[in-house]
């Protein structure tokens, strides 16, 4: 009869411990979203300020070597 309170205990343990096991994740899942609605936040800010960016058009300039003009090749 005495280990039917021991498988009992185990039994209960690993309940309260699965319990446990369970809130602990649902916080971390909470935090992990909570970072994630934060980094989307930072990419559209970051958005706006790299669309706030003007980047000047590169005027053409005389070759050196000769009179012709080129321009940048990107």
Request: aromatic share 8%; proline share 3%.
């Amino acid at each position: 009869m005495i280990w039917v309170i021991v498988f009992g205990s185990i039994g209960l343990a690993g309940a309260i411990m699965l319990i446990c096991y369970a809130v602990w994740l649902a916080h971390k899942a909470s935090d992990l979203f909570s970072e994630l609605e934060m980094l989307a936040v930072r990419a559209d800010e970051l958005a706006g300020l790299v669309g706030q960016i003007n980047v000047p058009e590169r005027a053409f300039q005389p070759d050196r070597h000769s009179d012709r003009t080129i321009a940048s090749q990107n």
